[in-house]
């Protein structure tokens, strides 16, 4: 309840449930997801994190950014109808990126000077942290979403 007695939303909330709001925070969220992938796989492999080597971080998350992107909203991954029912949006989020994975790998592999191939365990990691930080990120968004209800 607002202090001025109604029962109506915060003004936040609905702007998350609005289409470019909505959208824009999954956007933001995503991004932020990546970003953590990427710094946890840099600490892991002992190269520089922080805030010193956030460009390098920036550049490490990039190209998994960038096969979300470009595949994830055509399997409905961005779609209003049922984002706000988390086990949907897991869903949801489970399958784009188990599709966007390849495409992923395939520029993670063309932004690498060298342009070795991964390896197969880099890529099950890669598959299997996405799947986790996207899964809970996306999850929580949804909850808090239908909460603001």
């Known amino acids: 309840m607002q202090t001025d007695g109604s029962t109506a939303p915060p003004a936040s909330s609905g702007a998350l449930r609005s289409g470019y709001g909505r959208i824009a925070a999954l956007v933001a969220g995503d991004l932020i997801a990546f970003v953590v992938f990427a710094a946890l796989g840099r600490d892991t492999h002992h190269e520089a994190t922080g805030f010193g080597a956030l460009g390098q971080t920036l550049?490490?998350?990039?190209?998994?950014?960038?096969?979300?992107?470009?595949?994830?909203?055509?399997?409905?991954?961005?779609?209003?109808?049922?984002?706000?029912?988390?086990?949907?949006?897991?869903?949801?989020?489970?399958?784009?990126?188990?599709?966007?994975?390849?495409?992923?790998?395939?520029?993670?592999?063309?932004?690498?000077?060298?342009?070795?191939?991964?390896?197969?365990?880099?890529?099950?990691?890669?598959?299997?942290?996405?799947?986790?930080?996207?899964?809970?990120?996306?999850?929580?968004?949804?909850a808090l979403t239908n909460r603001a209800k």
């Open 59 to 142: 550049w490490t998350a990039l190209p998994f950014a960038l096969g979300w992107f470009l595949v994830a909203p055509w399997l409905g991954a961005f779609k209003r109808a049922g984002a706000e029912r988390p086990l949907q949006m897991l869903q949801r989020a489970e399958i784009a990126w188990l599709a966007s994975w390849p495409v992923a790998l395939l520029l993670r592999w063309a932004f690498t000077p060298d342009h070795h191939i991964p390896p197969r365990d880099f890529a099950i990691v890669t598959l299997l942290a996405n799947a986790i930080i996207l899964g809970l990120w996306r999850t929580a968004f949804a």
